[in-house]
């Protein structure tokens, strides 16, 4: 357990290879490793954001997460391993205590492989010479300089030329809106996006049908990507079936399952398809899925920096290892929030990071509690993210009371009100509880129609879809105006919402 961090999550790194490795090298690292091992937990990752995180090393997350918690972290426990605390709780809290909260929106950059296991106490003196300071006098008799040569020193050494993060916002560097779901938004109509399951056999009738219920009700469906690690058709196979259906997919890609090479191949492919609609999100822990679990490596990427690193290709026409792209793909980013995992403050810092790096709009976790939504709400406007990007609020109506509990007891960072969980209990039948479900999913969204900073909903209605068309319709939520891109012209009026 070292002294200022979580107990360490797996052994330290060792270097994939010792080719050119000095026996001095070599002694320099050992000796790095105890001392950092016994003070931060450190897995002698090879590129040290301590200084950014707190002192705590963020390489205690099982995830590997380097910008920020994931959806399922609790105040009392991590996701993964409820055995230890939430890594990034402990950062937030002892940031806050220390002032330092600022250092928490620096997009970090993943891993450089070739420089795991390796010592960086070097790589600091290195760069400290060629950089020439700050210099130690300079601490006594100009501290402004040294603290600004001192930043700058380690802010070369955190971030390297292939990456360059930083806190600032990037915004997306093109004008028309590239799919029809950006171009409802944009619109300013209350705008509807649902999700499908991908079906669990290689029979594509399930999505046909599924398209068929809602593409007239929905400007876009999504198709999740092996959630909850649980095998299933693929994402961008569902994604192009539903486009060559008529309908408009919003593909989901997590990063748990691949490396950095493999997001930049299926993000090319997918724009490459037709597919103009990306959400990112950094995926379900190994252990979530049905036996035998995969081996529980930490992720290679995050969700924020999968947005940087596809807005990075879209944008600038760069792969990640700098590569040019001639023909740059072309996508609307979006990325997932959960307003009922950890606090307002640090969902916002987290919600905040994601837009910086280039989500343009986000999809939450369900809401069933109205006024906890309405306070993450307001931690992101307080951190001007509302003009920024577009809201779609999520939305589950429950189908059965068995649900109600499983979700209310089972499903990370999802708060279902004990007052919802009753009435389904006492809903009767399956009709009757189905029945209520509706009618609990119709008030819900009664408000959240009504609420300022929200641009619509996503409908996770669950092996359910066919619901989707009378919630809205009973709900007075007009269908998408906005058909086709080629006649994209903003209605002058949004289709206003009835009831
Ligand atoms: S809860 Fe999530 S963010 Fe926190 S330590 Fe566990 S895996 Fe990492």
Not at 182 to 192: I, P, R
Not at 255 to 274: F, P, Y
Not at 371 to 398: H, M, S, T
């Amino acid at each position: 357990m070292g002294i200022f961090s979580p107990r360490r999550y797996q052994a330290p790194f060792y270097p994939y290879s010792r080719a050119g490795e000095s026996v001095g090298e070599r002694a320099f690292t050992a000796f790095e490793r105890v001392v950092k091992g016994a003070l931060f937990s450190c897995r002698m990752c090879g590129n040290c954001i301590l200084q950014e995180t707190a002192f705590v090393c963020p390489m205690t997350c099982p995830k590997g997460l380097r910008n920020g918690l994931c959806g399922g972290a609790t105040p009392e426990a991590c996701e993964v391993d409820p055995t230890r605390p939430c890594t990034w709780y402990v950062i937030y809290e002892r940031s806050e205590k220390l002032g330092r909260e600022h250092k928490l929106l620096e997009i970090n950059a993943p891993l450089d492989g070739a420089r795991v296991g390796k010592e960086t106490w070097l790589d600091v003196y290195r760069t400290w010479r060629k950089r020439g300071g700050p210099k130690p006098l300079d601490f006594f008799f100009n501290r402004e300089k040294f603290n600004q040569e001192y930043e700058a020193l380690f802010y070369e050494i955190r971030q390297p030329d292939w990456w360059q993060g930083d806190s600032d916002y990037h915004p997306p560097k093109y004008e028309e809106p590239v799919s029809l779901l950006e171009a409802n938004l944009k619109s300013g109509a209350f705008t509807v996006t649902a999700e499908i399951a991908p079906p669990l056999t290689a029979d594509t009738s399930s999505i046909a049908k599924k398209v068929d219920w809602l593409k007239d009700w929905v400007a876009a469906a999504n198709f999740t990507d092996n959630a909850s690690a649980s095998a299933r058709m693929g994402s961008l196979a569902s994604s192009k079936i539903c486009l060559d259906l008529g309908m408009e997919p919003v593909m989901q890609l997590q990063a748990r399952d691949r490396t950095r090479v493999v997001i930049e191949s299926d993000a090319m492919g997918a724009s490459g398809l037709g597919i103009r609609n990306i959400l990112c999100l950094t995926g379900d822990h190994h252990r979530f899925g049905p036996p035998p679990m995969s081996k529980p490596d930490q992720f290679d990427l995050d969700a924020v920096q999968m947005l940087w690193m596809l807005r990075r290709m879209r944008d600038e026409g760069v792969y990640i290892d700098g590569r040019k792209i001639k023909v740059p793909p072309v996508f609307f980013l979006g990325a997932a929030a959960s307003p009922f995992g950890a606090p307002p403050k640090y969902e916002a810092i987290r919600a905040e990071k994601k837009v910086n790096a280039g989500a343009q709009f986000i999809q939450t976790q369900p809401i069933f509690d109205y006024n906890r939504f309405l306070e993450w709400l307001e931690a992101l406007d307080k951190r001007n993210l509302l003009d920024k990007v577009y809201i779609l609020a999520g939305l589950i109506p429950l189908k059965s009371a068995r649900a109600a509990h499983f979700m209310a007891e089972d499903v990370p960072g999802v708060y279902i009100p004990p007052e919802y969980v009753k009435r389904m209990d006492e809903a009767g039948d399956k009709e009757g509880q189905q029945e209520v479900g509706v009618q609990i999913a119709l008030e819900i969204i009664d408000k959240l129609k009504n609420t300022p900073g929200i641009n619509g909903l996503h409908i996770m209605a669950v092996h359910w879809e066919q619901i989707v068309p009378r919630l809205l319709e009973e709900a007075g939520i007009p269908k998408p105006a906005i058909r086709s891109l080629s006649s994209a012209e903003t209605p002058s009026e949004p289709a206003p919402i009835s009831g």
